[in-house]
T-cell receptor
Framework: DAKTTQPNSMESNEEEPVHLPCNHS???????IHWYRQLPSQGPEYVIH???SNVNNRMASLAIAEDRKSSTLILHRATLRDAAVYYC?????????????FGKGTKLSVKP | DGGITQSPKYLFRKEGQNVTLSCEQN?????MYWYRQDPGQGLRLIYY???????QKGDIAEGYSVSREKKESFPLTVTSAQKNPTAFYLC??????????????FGEGSRLTVL
């Protein structure tokens, strides 16, 4: 699996946009980029995923660099409930193991 | 509502005792997983199962055992051979091979403390 690099922590103010970066320089052409987040004392939840094009859903947007070596998760207006650890994961599509490897992620703090 | 149910939420165990954590899903998913999380760390895979009556070891299977007799259930036993069992245990499920979305569905976790 391709390795990912994320900052350990980030801070944001409530109602401001947040850009969470992720580097995945060893990504292969068919590997998908996934983002999960984990609220305190809960299991992770799926946020978004993408391959090449930028993606939007009700939770966030995913901007993928043209060379695919990096991506950015965008929360358009941070709320206090967005304070969580955000994991960037690269997954080989259709891989038989189906194992998502979770690193330490980025701990996002949101200030009121 | 469909989802994954883990029980118990909190569990205390004396050293040398085996303990079994329950995981049940009603999402009709073929694949199920057990992860372990230590404070401030990411998740590490213990075991996973892609289909009933079949399972594979993950990265840290030593001291753990699982069974997959039913599609809905994937219990994890933490045995006395696990040297440092105090942790947060997470069960997850997905369509087999993670399908098109690659979405894992997680339970709320079981926190095991060894006294």
């Amino acid at each position: 699996d391709a390795k990912t690099t994320q900052p350990n922590s980030m801070e944001s103010n409530e109602e401001e946009p947040v850009h969470l970066p992720c580097n995945h320089s060893t990504i292969s052409g068919t590997d998908y980029i996934h983002w999960y987040r984990q609220l305190p004392s809960q299991g992770p939840e799926y946020v978004i995923h993408g391959l090449t094009s930028n993606v939007n859903n009700r939770m966030a947007s995913l901007a993928i660099a043209e060379d695919r070596k990096s991506s950015t998760l965008i929360l358009h207006r941070a709320t206090l409930r967005d304070a969580a650890v955000y994991y960037c994961i690269v997954l080989i599509y259709g891989g038989s193991q189906g194992n998502l490897i979770f690193g330490k992620g980025t701990k996002l703090s949101v200030k009121p | 509502d469909g989802g994954i149910t883990q029980s118990p939420k909190y569990l205390f165990r004396k050293e040398g005792q085996n303990v079994t954590l329950s995981c049940e899903q009603n999402l009709n998913h073929d694949a199920m997983y057990w992860y372990r999380q230590d404070p401030g760390q990411g998740l590490r895979l213990i075991y996973y199962s892609q289909i009933v009556n079949d399972f594979q070891k993950g990265d840290i299977a030593e001291g753990y055992s699982v069974s997959r007799e039913k599609k809905e259930s994937f219990p994890l036993t933490v045995t006395s051979a696990q040297k440092n069992p105090t942790a947060f245990y997470l069960c997850a499920s997905s369509t087999r091979g993670l399908g098109n979305t690659g979405e894992l569905f997680f339970g709320e976790g079981s926190r095991l403390t060894v006294l």
